[in-house]
């Protein structure tokens, strides 16, 4: 199961996700790092080597690559929100650690539950299985109640959010 945490860092929302993924380190490295492979769970993919100081327009906002470590850290920022990936190898497994900073704490329960729906999408494509985006955010409303309580967080925007996307897609 994936749960994120939430912390504050000099006033901005930090959320970590930390997953345990029973694959060697590469192939995770290739599934956070290589654009075919992310384009397959995560929710965006952008045309990057990727190297440090690359940057990308994408969404209307800047895309910057900030670090690369192959295969263990890559971080980037996006629109001044800050992201990275940390891979360990712990025996067979890796050790994903996700993190997410950003300035909008009334949305921290909307983003995390977010990012738990794409994150558990990583292991299937890992095992060579497809997790569709629908069938992934099926549980994204239980999901961002859990959230907006654990965070203490109005849950209000996010269901006007959810609702907002169901009303698009009708």
């Given at each position: 199961m994936i749960h994120g945490t939430m912390e504050?860092?000099?006033g901005r929302v930090a959320?970590?996700?930390d997953l345990s993924l029973a694959h060697p380190i590469e192939p995770v490295?290739?599934?956070v790092s290589v654009p075919a492979e992310l384009e397959q769970w995560f929710p965006a993919a952008v045309d990057w080597t990727p190297m440090k100081g690359e940057t990308f327009e994408a969404g209307g906002a800047t895309l910057e690559v900030t670090e690369v470590d192959a295969p263990h850290h890559l971080a980037w920022s996006y629109a001044g929100q800050l992201q990275s990936f940390k891979l360990t190898q712990e025996g067979d497994a890796c050790r994903l650690t996700f993190t997410h900073v950003f300035d909008d704490l009334p949305l921290a329960a909307q983003t995390a539950a977010?990012?738990?729906t794409y994150l558990s999408r990583l292991d299937p494509h890992l095992r060579g299985e497809h997790?569709?985006?629908e069938m992934a955010h099926e549980q994204?409303?239980?999901i961002?109640?859990?959230y907006a309580e654990d965070f203490g967080v109005d849950p209000e925007p996010g269901r006007k959010?959810?609702?907002a996307l169901r009303s698009a897609q009708q």
């Open positions: 504050l860092i000099d959320l970590h996700f490295w290739r599934a977010g990012w738990e997790l569709t985006e994204w409303a239980e961002h109640e859990r959010f959810a609702e």
